[in-house]
């Protein structure tokens, strides 16, 4: 197939899969700021983490040099992402400081990253599917935080994080039209983004029924 076929058919489905959040509400009755808030940034700050280890690491084994400054870039952003929602917990009232969110172990979907190595798979799992969801569900994090209360947490969202998690998501979609053009590169860049759409779908659930709100930042 077509590479620009290809990458339409996959922004289909993940649109697909998107759209699916807008039906959900944003809290459940009930919740208030900052308790509420303090919560999902401490999610945030475990995804952000885990974003940046997984570039980290794929850096490393990644020879397409356009692919590793990009995955360099990334793990500085989401490094960045991570001090900055520190900041604000600490802002507050949270010790975050001293608070490593991933003490207790990591996330299933970042545990099935780790077993990838095909550049493609990587990039439609990670880069691709999970930045895409992040996105969604941070300009979705955005709106509860104003129905909160909460403009920084907003502000910072809006104008720091969210235009670089698009920025990661515009990599990916840049560098599998380059390199997912063999039709087993294609198959296996689509069973990863699969993969990585249903971890993060049981992710939400399993987060939303926990704390109440469907907005749950991501990175
Ligand atoms: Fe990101
Ligand atoms: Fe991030």
Do not use: C, T, W
């Given at each position: 197939m077509d590479h620009r076929e290809f990458i339409q058919q996959l922004q289909r489905e993940l649109q697909l899969e998107l759209a699916r959040l807008d039906a959900l509400p944003l809290a459940q009755p009930g919740q208030s700021a900052p308790a509420a808030v303090i919560e999902l940034l401490k999610l945030a700050l475990k995804s952000e983490i885990e974003a940046s280890e997984i570039a980290a690491s794929w850096m490393l084994t990644t020879p397409e040099m356009d692919l590793k400054l990009g995955l360099a870039r990334q793990c500085g952003d989401e490094a960045r992402h991570f001090y900055l929602i520190q900041q604000r917990l600490l802002e507050l009232g949270f010790p975050a400081q001293d608070y490593n969110p991933v003490a207790h172990g990591y996330s299933p979907l970042f545990r099935y990253l780790r077993t990838l190595h095909g550049t493609v798979e990587r990039l439609a799992a990670a880069?691709?599917?999970?930045?895409?969801?992040?996105?969604?569900?941070?300009?979705?994090?955005?709106?509860?935080?104003?129905?909160?209360?909460?403009?920084?947490?907003?502000?910072?969202?809006?104008?720091?994080?969210?235009?670089?998690?698009?920025?990661?998501?515009?990599?990916?979609?840049?560098?599998?039209?380059?390199?997912?053009?063999t039709p087993e590169a294609q198959t296996s860049a689509r069973a990863a983004m699969r993969r990585s759409l249903e971890l993060s779908d049981e992710f939400r659930e399993l987060a939303g029924n926990a704390l109440g709100s469907a907005a749950i930042p991501a990175s």
């Open positions: 880069q691709f599917a999970r930045e895409g969801i992040a996105h969604k569900m941070n300009g979705r994090f955005i709106a509860y935080l104003e129905q909160a209360g909460d403009l920084p947490s907003a502000a910072m969202y809006r104008n720091v994080v969210q235009p670089e998690e698009a920025a990661h998501h515009e990599f990916a979609i840049r560098m599998l039209g380059k390199y997912a053009n």
